[in-house]
């Protein structure tokens, strides 16, 4: 079953401008993944969240999880045409299936 | 380069016919997956093998069978296509199996099923 699911499925905004991702989960977990797929290529790991952090940063990115709401959102601030990509979530099922959402089609307008 | 790679990038067929998927990881990691992309981009898991040995089987028609020759290697062999399997396949891999590893992916292949 799918365990992540992400908010909104497509995303249209203007270069420099900040995006905001969101996903939701369903059972508990002890961490959440956010992996980047570029259009024909395999998915890329951005940034992994523990179930005990509540923000993380790399870059310009920044992650956050609350728990209580079994959510996570991922913003890109400053985005550039290179960030044009589809953004999943991951998270665990059992004790190794890692589940992914179907995704955010984020979209940079130059 | 280190990576995970898979041949062929794309592969087209009729029903019916039997074709493989060939998967390598020079990483080092111990644990390899399979992943199904439908055309909606849901991205479903199919099998994992860690260090040679089966553990996570999804329920997949048997017409899929994996195969590990050693730890750097997870081919897909897929039988008496059909249209339904249209699909993209993902090979990946992780450091070790368990709930903290990220997973490293090849480029994936196109199959279409005609």
Known sequence: SQQGEEDPQALSIQEGENATMNCSYKTSINNLQWYRQNSGRGLVH???IRSNEREKHSGRLR???DTSKKSSSLLITASRAADTASYFCATVQGAQKLVFGQGTRLTINP | DTAVSQTPKYLVTQMGNDKSIKCEQNLGHDTMYWYK??????LKIMFSYNNKELIINETVPNRFSPKSPDK???NLHINS???????VYFCASS???GWQEKLFFGSGTQLSVL
């Open chain 2, 37 to 42: 992309q439908d055309s909606k981009k849901f």
């Open chain 2, 72 to 74: 750097a290697h997870l």
């Open chain 2, 95 to 97: 450091p070790r199996t």
């Open chain 2, 81 to 87: 296509l059909e249209l339904g399997d249209s699909a």
């Open chain 1, 46 to 48: 951005l940034i992994l």
């Open chain 1, 63 to 65: 992650v956050t999880l």
